[in-house]
């Protein structure tokens, strides 16, 4: 059975981060793994607080799945301060693993912050260079590049920029667009487009911790890259079809929709 470690922080409401991370790699029939990197109180209408784990416990969260199982994908989500990004990526040189996905984790769905500003230049110069693939969305690839991004050719070029920064590729996601569903993957010689149905959901809260997750799984299946975006573009795009309707705010998705009644 492949297996899949996300590095991420928890959501106690469920639906992103972590939880999502681990449903999707159930969904997609990997083992999925975790090391927690903060605690988040949040719902569907707001992030109540955080609690951010220590660069120790961090980096022996990492030993101890690495000292006995590894992984065949890694997905690394929020990244919150400077000395988190630092320890992650130390066991990212050290451990060396093969099929690291990296959402860039600036905002939860209501726009609270989940990374400080003065951390994105550590992210650019330590991080990026160690992802197989980024998956920011529009604002997250604002930040990172400098631009203002309009036009699905200001996304090619967003994605240029960031996989010359030193991933392998770059995934800049267009759930922002009015527009359809726009995502465009570049690997510095191919440029893909995916393209998709535009939902009239606000139940998107997660989305990126999913798609992230699902690229991951797919990646450790043995997929190319391209099969893995745009299959987990179909897999996030189905799950918002079939939201369940919970929470008062940004609810979350569903990500077991293929199963109509419980298989036991």
Not at 57 to 64: G, L
Not at 92 to 118: F, H, T, W
Request: charged fraction near 20%; proline fraction near 4%.
């Amino acid at each position: 059975m492949k297996t899949v470690l996300s590095i991420a922080g928890s959501d106690c409401s469920g639906g992103a981060g972590i939880q999502a991370d681990l449903k999707t790699c159930a969904a997609y029939g990997v083992f999925g793994m975790s090391v927690i990197v903060s605690v988040v109180a949040e719902n569907t209408c707001r992030v109540i607080d955080m609690e951010h784990i220590s660069g120790e416990m961090i980096r022996k969260q990492i030993d101890a799945v690495w000292e006995d199982m590894g992984a065949d994908g890694i997905k690394i989500g929020m990244l919150p301060e400077i000395y988190v990004m630092e320890a992650v990526a130390e066991k990212l040189r050290q451990y060396r693993p093969a099929n690291v996905v990296i959402d860039p984790v600036m905002y939860a769905k209501n726009g609270c912050a989940l990374m400080e500003k003065s951390a994105v230049d550590t992210l650019i110069e330590t991080v990026v260079p160690l992802a197989d693939v980024l998956t920011p969305n529009i604002p997250e690839a604002e930040r990172i590049t400098g631009m203002t991004i309009r036009t699905a050719g200001d996304m090619e070029e967003a994605a240029r920029r960031i996989q010359g920064m030193g991933c392998r590729a770059a995934v800049v996601k267009g759930g922002h667009r009015e527009e359809t569903a726009l995502d465009i993957l570049c690997d510095g010689t191919r440029t893909w487009l995916f393209d998709g149905d535009r939902i009239d959901s606000k139940h998107t809260h997660g989305t990126g911790c999913t798609f992230s997750s699902a690229i991951a799984a797919g990646l450790a299946l043995g997929m190319p890259l391209p099969e893995a975006v745009g299959q987990a573009k179909r897999y996030v795009t189905e799950a918002i079809r079939h939201a369940p309707a919970l929470g008062r705010g940004y609810g979350p998705t569903n990500h077991f929709y293929f199963m109509e009644t419980c298989a036991l």
